[in-house]
């Protein structure tokens, strides 16, 4: 009997690895809608929030304006606490964003669970990851109880 080399296998495993998470994620998304579904709102509130996803990029030295396309953007957004203070100076506590996908639906999905991890990991517990961007349109819904 023949023993691979430990370095085979891993490399084995390793693409084996890939083409499973390219069949999780990528796939299905091919089938995804590829065009952003705008909410409308408050044009203002939304342009500013999309200002501090930006800025909150740029805290942890990414420029979102660089990433290729096929982007999504995703913030948790403490909503309770979102006043002109933290609109003009603020940062967002956990982000998701994911970049190359293909299509609108798997940016979506794995921006979700990107913000929804990083929320986990730092204990973030006062927002919740909402879509704010998809490609560089500011998507954010914003809640009936903060437009009126």
């Not at 023949?2 to 490399?11: E, G, I, P, T």
């Not at 083409?19 to 939304?46: K, R, Y």
């Not at 927002?127 to 998507?139: N, S």
Request: proline share 3%; aromatic share 8%; hydrophobic share 45%.
């Amino acid at each position: 009997m023949m023993r691979l080399s430990s370095r085979k296998v891993d490399a084995g495993r390793i693409a084996f690895a890939l083409i499973l998470v390219a069949g999780i994620f990528v796939l299905p998304c091919a089938a995804a809608d590829d065009e952003a579904n705008v909410h409308t709102g408050d044009p203002e509130l939304q342009q500013r929030i999309g200002a501090v996803f930006y800025r909150s990029m740029s805290h942890w030295r990414y420029d979102y304006s660089k990433i290729p396309s096929r982007k999504a953007g995703v913030a948790c957004i403490p909503w309770a606490r979102l006043d002109d203070a933290f609109l003009d100076g603020g940062i967002f506590e956990a982000l998701g964003f994911s970049y190359s996908m293909a299509g609108n639906g798997g940016a979506i999905r794995v921006a979700v669970q990107g913000c929804d991890q990083m929320r986990t990991r730092y204990r973030v517990s006062d927002c919740d990851c909402e879509l704010v961007l998809v490609g560089d349109t500011v998507v954010v819904e914003i809640p009936a109880a903060i437009r009126d």
